[in-house]
């Protein structure tokens, strides 16, 4: 059974903060990760997405892989009330997206 | 761009109705996907349609019937739902690379159905 772990939370982080999200996944095939940023009532909106060892930057968000531990995690810097939503953790293998039960995430002003 | 749009937004039907959830996409993208969203759950995947052709389809109960007409159009048919179908529809669509894995999916808004 190939799966996607993330804690559901919620993670209660103060404003201004860097938030750390973390997902595990079983399947060693899978290449790609995909962070997707849900607001309650609304569809999933793509955040990152990250295929090599490492991380990646794009603006406050850093995505980190590391396919040894089998673990991916998104950080979010100067976190701001707007990053709170639900964050879902997606691992792609066998033609589709494998989803983990997304991290309900709060900044707190 | 990457805009998938949905129609329509909110839907409120009776099980014996039958009705339509329609998708497009202009991003020349080549693969569309029906998923099915309950509250506090990920996404999960209902339908996939890779050219034009349906490649997934994950045991969903044939009282929905998904349809490509071309590669920018996506419906889902419904008829004779239950009350435990309502949820938030979502269509996504992406551009498959052949080979690779670096597929992205790009959502629509969904559709919030409701049956009662």
């Known amino acids: 059974q190939k799966e996607v772990e993330q804690n559901s939370g919620p993670l209660s982080v103060p404003e201004g903060a860097i938030a750390s999200l973390n997902c595990t996944y079983s399947?060693?095939?899978?290449?790609?990760f995909f962070w997707y940023r849900q607001y309650s009532g609304k569809s999933p909106e793509l955040i990152m997405f990250i295929y090599s060892n490492g991380d990646k930057e794009d603006g406050r968000f850093t995505a980190q892989l590391n396919k040894a531990s089998q673990y991916v995690s998104l950080l979010i810097r100067d976190s701001q009330p707007s990053d709170s939503a639900t964050y879902l953790c997606a691992g792609y293998s066998n033609y589709q997206l494998i989803w983990g039960a997304g991290t309900k995430l709060i900044i707190k002003p | 761009d990457t805009e998938v749009t949905q129609t329509p937004k909110h839907l409120v039907m009776g099980m014996t109705n039958k009705k339509s959830l329609k998708c497009e996409q202009h991003?020349?993208?080549?693969?569309m996907y029906w998923y099915k969203q309950k509250a506090k759950k990920p996404p999960e995947l209902m339908f996939v349609y890779s050219y034009e052709k349906l490649s997934i389809n994950e045991s969903v109960p044939s009282r929905f019937s998904p349809e490509c007409p071309n590669s920018s159009l996506l419906n889902l048919h419904l008829h004779a739902l239950q009350p435990e179908d309502s949820a938030l529809y979502l269509c996504a669509s992406s551009n498959p690379r052949g080979g690779t894995s670096q597929e992205t999916q790009y959502f629509g808004p969904g559709t919030r159905l409701l049956v009662l």
């Open positions: 399947d060693r095939g899978s290449q790609s």
């Open positions: 991003m020349g993208h080549r693969a």
